[in-house]
């Protein structure tokens, strides 16, 4: 199993960006996904994630501007950042719980994308 994501890069604080994160492999169903981010000289922390039903959970600190979401048929999380602000800036991981087709459930973690947001 491998999540990749994508849509990082360079964003102005006030814009919006869009994060995406694929599951692909031997998959036969997805629990919880989410996104967490690393800025430099921290530690990872949860930005947001969401159920198999699609409740979802956020940071304080991404709330109302920040939208998690899920298309189950393609395996897919996406983050939408709405009016980013330069405290933003950092790594973004998305995370999976699969049940893969063992019929255990495993942990997997992406590859990372760097979103800045200058000001």
């Known amino acids: 199993v491998q999540l990749q994501a994508s849509g990082g890069g360079l964003v102005q604080a006030g814009g919006s960006l869009r994060l995406s994160c694929a599951a692909s492999?031997?998959?036969?169903?997805?629990?919880?996904m989410g996104w967490y981010r690393q800025a430099p000289g921290k530690q990872r922390e949860l930005v947001a994630t969401i159920t198999s039903g699609g409740s979802t959970n956020y940071a304080d600190s991404v709330k109302g501007r920040f939208t998690i979401s899920r298309d189950n048929a393609k395996n897919t999380v996406y983050l939408q950042m709405n009016s980013p602000k330069p405290e933003d800036t950092a790594v973004y991981y998305c995370?999976?719980?699969?049940?893969?087709?063992?019929?255990?459930?495993?942990?997997?973690w992406g590859q990372g994308t760097l979103v800045t947001v200058s000001s």
């Open positions: 492999g031997s998959i036969f169903s997805i629990n919880d």
């Open positions: 995370n999976a719980d699969v049940i893969r087709d063992d019929g255990y459930e495993y942990d997997y």
